[in-house]
């Protein structure tokens, strides 16, 4: 069954810790993305990757960091430069970039 | 700088009613254009997509939208409200350009509420 996982749904962390979120995709494609959602701001991009080994900053970067070592997996490391980093955290995959892109359902973090 | 604007944050019909959310583009390259739909705190599912073949698309749950370039409108639309419509729904275009190459640009969203 082709999808992309998130895990965990729920993740709870102190300030001034760093914290992975999973993203796993099992669809073959070439891009992925990361989404940062918070209540009556939509979606703003994170990091994106259109290709295995590389990756490009969206528009809210700092604070945040990413690897695509494989082409199945995009973690994305909240660090403890990000003032706000409680949110709901979407990541998305497409077959190539630019096309309709597919969701996972979410990792929702709070940082107390 | 490229945009989508969904006119209207929160749409509210009867259940039974015409729902019609609103979306406007700017794209200066023919676009992909998207309707993403978004339950609480689940991910965002893809109701349909315009990748330049026919203008009026038709998607999942009963909904369309109809591309419409000398407008630069992709308005979603279903005849018949559900309650289980009630959702956040999102339009989407194609990013061009240097900067937006491979990204798609998200409107807002509209908040659609459905009433008994």
């Known amino acids: 069954d082709g999808g992309i996982t998130q895990s965990p749904k729920y993740l709870f962390r102190k300030e001034g810790q760093n914290v992975t979120l999973s993203c796993e995709q099992n669809?073959?494609?070439?891009?992925m993305y990361w989404y940062r959602q918070d209540p009556g701001q939509g979606l703003r991009l994170i990091y994106y990757?259109?290709?295995?080994?590389?990756?490009q900053k969206g528009d809210i970067a700092e604070g945040y960091s990413v690897s695509r070592e494989k082409k199945e997996s995009f973690p994305l490391t909240v660090t403890s430069a990000q003032k706000n980093p409680t949110a709901f955290y979407l990541c998305?995959?497409?077959?190539?970039?630019?096309?309709?892109?597919?969701f996972g359902p979410g990792t929702r973090l709070t940082v107390t | 700088a490229q945009s989508v604007t969904q006119l209207g944050s929160h749409v509210s019909v009867s259940e039974g009613a015409l729902v019609l959310l609103r979306c406007n583009y700017s794209?200066?390259?023919?676009?992909?254009l998207f309707w993403y739909v978004q339950y609480p705190n689940q991910g965002l599912q893809l109701l349909l997509k315009?990748?330049?073949?026919?203008?009026l698309v038709k998607g999942i749950n009963g909904f369309e939208a109809e591309f419409k370039k000398s407008e630069t409108s992709f308005h979603l639309t279903k005849p018949s409200a559900h309650m289980s419509d009630a959702a956040e729904y999102f339009c989407a275009v194609s990013g061009y350009g240097s900067s937006n190459t491979g990204k798609l640009i998200f409107g807002q969203g509209t908040t659609l509420q459905v009433k008994p």
């Open positions: 990757s259109q290709i295995v080994n590389d990756f």
């Open positions: 794209s200066s390259v023919p676009p992909y």
């Open positions: 669809l073959n494609h070439d891009a």
């Open positions: 315009y990748t330049s073949a026919a203008t």
């Open positions: 998305a995959s497409s077959i190539v970039a630019g096309r309709e892109q597919y």
